[in-house]
């Protein structure tokens, strides 16, 4: 089946240092990816739709510039968090869509900012 | 996207069949529904999407009804693995447009 790898697992880092997580599709093709964050007992919160070679779409109330996506294959998006501050302590998941099985995701990273 | 509806949250004894309800009343023609589920602090896992028809594979059996405003998802024999949070999704099959998640169902199952 299709598989979607993310790295980091975990990352900390200190705060208004920048951070970049990684999401790959190891056995497809993905000209579309999204990315989506989700705090504590909540739901996933979809944050942008990442295109391969054009820029990103952003959800309403997602800062652009501080949350850098680049698409530039059809099996990397990466998402760099910008002057992280603790408040952007979270947790990112990305995912590709893989044909019948709707989207796969990946594993998720544990942003912690100190 | 249809909207989906779903209990906040359900217990089940190990061994015991899940059954995690769904509703969907506004789903059009040509929108299937997908099932996820998370277990904590992991990515969705998906397991199984329907039309009209009913369908199995080896994690479970989707029941939809016959006016497809609702679904059931059947977890035959759950185990203590089985505990997450499970998300009913409604949308088009074949589509790049984003997926969203409502707030799906907290399944807790017990020994």
């Known amino acids: 089946g299709a598989v979607v790898s993310q790295h980091p697992s975990w990352v900390i880092c200190k705060s208004g240092t920048s951070v970049k997580i990684e999401c790959r599709s190891l056995d497809f093709q993905a000209t579309t990816m999204f990315w989506y964050r989700q705090f504590p007992k909540q739901s996933l919160m979809l944050m942008a739709t990442s295109n391969e070679g054009s820029k990103a779409t952003y959800e309403q109330g997602v800062e652009k510039d501080k949350f850098l996506i680049n698409h530039a294959s059809l099996t990397l998006s990466t998402l760099t968090v910008t002057s992280a501050h603790p408040e952007d302590s979270s947790f990112y998941i990305c995912?590709?869509?893989?044909?019948?099985?709707?989207?796969?995701f990946g594993s998720g990273t544990r942003l912690t900012v100190v | 996207d249809a909207k989906t509806t779903q209990p906040t949250s359900m217990d089940c004894a190990e061994g015991r069949a899940a059954n995690l309800p769904c509703n969907h009343s506004?789903?059009?023609?040509?929108?299937?529904v997908y099932w996820y589920r998370q277990i904590h602090s992991q990515g969705p896992q998906y397991i199984i999407h329907g039309l009209k028809n009913n369908e199995t594979n080896e994690m479970a059996s989707l029941i939809i009804t016959e006016d497809r405003k609702s679904s059931t998802l059947i977890l035959p024999h759950a185990t203590l693995r089985d505990t997450a949070v499970y998300y009913c999704?409604?949308?088009?099959?074949?589509?790049?447009?984003?997926?969203?998640f409502g707030a799906g169902t907290r399944l807790t199952v017990k020994p």
């Open positions: 995912s590709a869509a893989s044909g019948d099985y709707g989207y796969t």
């Open positions: 506004t789903i059009s023609g040509n929108e299937y």
């Open positions: 999704i409604v949308r088009r099959r074949y589509n790049n447009n984003d997926m969203r």
